[in-house]
């Protein structure tokens, strides 16, 4: 792994929204993600969720979408302690580098210190998409056992990471 300093999370600004626009995955991974262009629209639109930027310094290496409704593909046991991860992913030429759990790291810290009351963040992940089960396992995500399938892409495994060391 290389080392790369100050990798950190951030809500999306207007000044950040066109690097977001230009972050791109690799080819086989974009039914997984979708278009970040529109998964950013979709985030700002939504009272209930922060759309987020993953970055290097002030370069933007990433997008994810907080959902703060509470749900997840139907599932939410901890109620309003809940939050939803959706649209997480590292540009293509940032991926193979170890970023992926230093992200989810970032995210869930940023999580603690701002939402201090959510103690559960939440996802689901195409069953087909290997290599970000392993990201997410490796972060620190538990597969629930249940599925999704409500996905344009195929079934979905529902994980979860605890917040706050309350969970």
């Known amino acids: 792994m290389i080392a790369i300093p100050d990798l950190h999370v951030a809500p999306v600004t207007p000044q950040l929204a066109s690097a977001v626009r230009t972050l791109r995955v690799a080819e086989d991974q974009y039914?997984?993600?979708g278009?970040?262009?529109?998964?950013?629209?979709?985030?700002?639109?939504?009272?209930?969720?922060?759309?987020?930027a993953i970055l290097v310094g002030d370069t933007v290496i990433g997008f994810y979408?907080?959902?703060f409704a509470g749900a997840m593909a139907g599932w939410?046991?901890?109620g309003k302690a809940g939050v939803g991860l959706r649209a997480f992913m590292?540009?293509?030429?940032?991926?193979?580098?170890?970023?992926g759990t230093r992200?989810?790291?970032a995210c869930c810290a940023d999580l603690e210190r701002r939402h201090p009351e959510r103690r559960l963040l939440a996802l689901t992940v195409n069953c087909?998409?290997?290599g970000a089960i392993r990201a997410y396992r490796k972060a620190g995500f538990v597969d629930t056992g249940e599925l999704y399938f409500g996905g344009k892409a195929g079934p979905q495994h529902l994980m979860v990471r605890g917040l706050n060391a309350r969970t």
């Not at 629209?41 to 759309?51: C, G, K, M, Y």
């Not at 590292?90 to 970023?99: E, F, K, P, T, V």
């Open 76 to 78: 939410n046991p901890h």
């Open 31 to 33: 039914p997984f993600v």
């Open 35 to 52: 278009d970040v262009t529109l998964n950013l629209a979709l985030a700002e639109a939504d009272p209930n969720s922060d759309a987020m």
């Open 90 to 99: 590292l540009d293509r030429d940032w991926q193979g580098r170890g970023l």
């Open 65 to 67: 979408q907080l959902d």
């Open 103 to 105: 992200a989810i790291n």
């Open 128 to 130: 087909s998409n290997l």
